[in-house]
């Protein structure tokens, strides 16, 4: 009887080192130093494949989409609509229908308020979010239920910045119409736990949306798993152009829901007092779309997948480990905010110095060639939930090292020298 051997699965491991060859960005020098990019959360850097995908659009086969009947508008649309299926293989949505593609986070999130919201939410409704929101996830849902006169709820942070989900489970006691929550904080890098959550909130009736802004660049992300029903994210925080993003939502709710903005595109019928509209998910995107950012997204989505995700996750959790052991040992004082088990953490480290204001340490670290970001993170309601005006942020992708936050460390070191007395 033969014997079936299988070769054992090796994970595959990052090198970020040879990965930084790919992102011409990073061989400059800031202030006479090499540029130590420590802001990816705000926006990542970009490799050169994908640089040359909008390049090449632009270049050589720059077209309207969807109308054309030329040879190169026609090159255009199949390149439009093979994004959408490298953006949908990527989050393992099972149709590209399911993929909307939008300028960013916030503008699915939006999308999702106003259609989804503006019909489904009323007077008395409630929706709970957390105390961890980015504005962007809380903000459209503050103008929604102020309009319909409905009412939002947020599930508490401990003071190390995880979610308290034995209050999460009395507030569904309320019966919420849709809980809307981050995937990942992009201040303290908490890991929120979606499949959890979502089974909670489904049973109970709510629909879940996910705020997968800080999830997607960083760890695999798999929506089927995950059961939420609404998930959004940016393209530029996961190597992709500025201006691309998307909203993933199953097709029944999608077909369920009203046009978000109107115009051309998402038509398929108009009368001077009546239209007809076009199937989803074009129904959703209304006139010219940022073709050639779609398209440097799709190759940023294959690129990721070329690196693999759990490699990513790996490598960023390894530098989230290293960050939070280096920081407390060698910057006296500082203090650091989120959980301290890397197992729940993304690579983000947001901190203080004692009696310096963030502004000032990021100013003295750019003159070391340091990027990072400093203030509220657009998460005031959290900064007050801790008592903190502003912080600090460093923060990782797949290029960064431990010998940037070898450079960090140094550079504090000069912030606090400078400060001193
Ligand atoms: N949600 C989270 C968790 C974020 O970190 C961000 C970006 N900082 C957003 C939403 C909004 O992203 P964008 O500005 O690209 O719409």
Redesign the pocket.
């Known amino acids: 009887m033969a014997v079936e051997t299988s070769e054992p699965r090796v994970p595959r491991v990052l090198d970020p080192v040879a990965l930084r060859a790919d992102f011409p960005i990073l061989r400059q020098a800031v202030h006479g130093r090499p540029l130590t990019y420590l802001d990816s959360?705000?926006t990542s850097q970009k490799p050169q494949v994908v640089i040359d995908a909008v390049a090449d659009y632009y270049r050589d086969y720059n077209a309207n989409v969807h109308r054309g009947i030329y040879q190169i508008a026609e090159q255009a649309t199949a390149a439009y609509e093979a994004a959408r299926a490298q953006v949908a293989r990527f989050i393992n949505a099972p149709h590209s229908r399911e993929v909307v593609f939008a300028r960013?986070?916030?503008?699915a999130i939006n999308l999702v308020a106003y259609s989804w919201g503006r019909r489904n939410i009323g007077r008395g409704d409630q929706i709970i979010l957390t105390e961890m929101e980015?504005h962007?996830?809380l903000v459209p849902w503050q103008l929604l239920v102020q309009e319909v006169d409905g009412d939002l709820e947020f599930i508490p942070i401990t003071d190390e910045g995880i979610l308290r989900l034995d209050v999460f489970e009395v507030l569904l006691r309320l019966r919420p119409k849709l809980v809307a929550f981050?995937h990942?904080?992009?201040t303290l890098g908490t890991i929120n736990p979606v499949r959890e959550m979502v089974e909670m909130a489904h049973a109970v009736g709510a629909l879940v949306l996910v705020?997968g802004?800080?999830a997607v660049p960083h760890s695999p992300v798999d929506v089927q798993a995950l059961g939420a029903d609404f998930y959004a994210f940016?393209g530029?925080?996961m190597l992709g152009p500025m201006g691309s993003?998307a909203l993933w939502a199953r097709t029944e709710l999608l077909e369920a829901m009203p046009p978000f903005l109107s115009g051309g595109e998402m038509i398929r019928e108009v009368h001077l007092r009546r239209s007809e509209f076009n199937d989803v998910p074009w129904k959703f995107e209304a006139g010219t779309p940022a073709v050639g950012d779609a398209i440097g997204l799709g190759v940023a989505t294959e690129y990721l997948l070329d690196v693999g995700m759990d490699a990513v996750r790996a490598h960023e959790r390894e530098l989230v480990a290293y960050a939070l052991d280096v920081l407390p040992r060698e910057v006296p004082g500082i203090e650091l905010y989120g959980p301290l088990d890397p197992d729940v953490r993304a690579g983000v480290v947001s901190f203080n110095l004692p009696d310096v204001h963030p502004h000032d340490v990021a100013q003295v670290l750019d003159r070391h060639g340091i990027a990072v970001r400093a203030g509220h993170?657009?998460t005031m309601p959290l900064h007050e939930r801790l008592d903190l005006s502003a912080t600090v942020r460093a923060s990782f992708s797949v290029y960064s090292t431990t010998a940037d936050i070898d450079v960090l460390v140094a550079g504090l070191k000069d912030v606090q020298r400078v400060f001193a007395g």
């Open positions: 959360a705000a960013n986070a916030t503008e980015h962007a996830n981050t990942v904080s992009n705020d802004a800080q940016s530029h925080k993003g993170h657009c």
